[in-house]
């Protein structure tokens, strides 16, 4: 997911078969506000939320809040912005796990 609300949310579990998105796409450009659950991070570590999806997109600019494993984030123009973090997390802890602009507060 890209910091300005774009979703690219492909199916690539099997190595060299061509991408799939689904029903996702009919989902997701219909909903009048669609909310992404995901991890924060891949299995790697690689940060999940970034600042332009590499994947073709299965909706542009059509998410506005997500909950991942580390936190709720609010899509506005600025980037992502924070609405809450897991007990103990720093913003910088954050932050460097996100490739997207993360924004403190309202």
Not at 25 to 37: F, Q, S
Not at 39 to 57: A, E, I, M, N, Q
Not at 70 to 79: E, I, K, N, R, S
Request: overall charge neutral; some cysteine.
């Amino acid at each position: 997911m890209a910091q300005n609300g774009d979703l690219a949310n492909w199916s690539t579990a099997t190595p060299g078969a061509s991408p799939a998105v689904g029903g996702a796409m009919d989902l997701a450009v219909g909903a009048k506000r669609l909310w992404v659950v995901m991890d924060h991070v891949t299995k790697d570590g690689r940060p999940k939320l970034v600042r332009k999806c590499v994947y073709p997109l299965t909706a542009p600019t059509c998410v506005t809040r997500v909950y991942t494993s580390l936190a709720v984030l609010d899509v506005v123009p600025a980037g992502l912005r924070i609405v809450e973090m897991v007990p103990g997390l720093s913003f910088e802890a954050l932050q460097s796990l996100t490739e997207a602009d993360l924004i403190q507060g309202e």
